[in-house]
């Protein structure tokens, strides 16, 4: 009978119809023919995002071990409010200060920001009498410049800690008599050093508060 068999075709249609349907909702197929692997998309790292570099993400690991650190405002009684970010300020109208000033009266004690171990004491012409201290790893050193004096007995290979008393706030090297203060700033270690010498940090956000 034409009626019945065009009647099983439309079922055997719409039954192949179904499975289709089916198959194509259940997604590719499980075994046998996986797509092939995507090659390794060959991207120039600086291509995928300018500001994500391995250089960069390193430093991003130094700064979070820094700020573990939880450096102490290196001059006693000062707290952070009193702090002024001038790292970036111009002197000598030729470069960066790169350091912080911290005012303060001559012979305040001057604290040991963090950890570490007295890596050099020099004279400088605008440092005047200056601490360098080596955190425990040698990342950084943490530099104290226009000091009075050292703390008794201060020496190189010393280990200090964090808040322990290494000299007094003063006006030695180019700072004006009438301004005795602390000028302070964490060099990396771990960088090239500059013909003027290593990589300064700036130390402002990274102090995490004072000591009275
Ligand atoms: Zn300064």
Redesign the pocket.
Known sequence: MPGSRAATLVLLLSLLVVVCVMQALRGPPLEGSSPPEAPPLAVPERAVDAGITRENVASADRMQSLMRRRLLIPVQGVDRAQLRDNFDEKRGGIRR?E?L?IMAPRGTPVLAAGDGVIAKLSRHPLGGITIYEDDPERNYSYYYAHLDRYAPGLHVGQAVRRGEVVGYVGSTGNAPAWAPHL?FTILDLSGPARWWGRRAINPYPFLAGGSR
């Open positions: 200060h350091a000033d000028h």
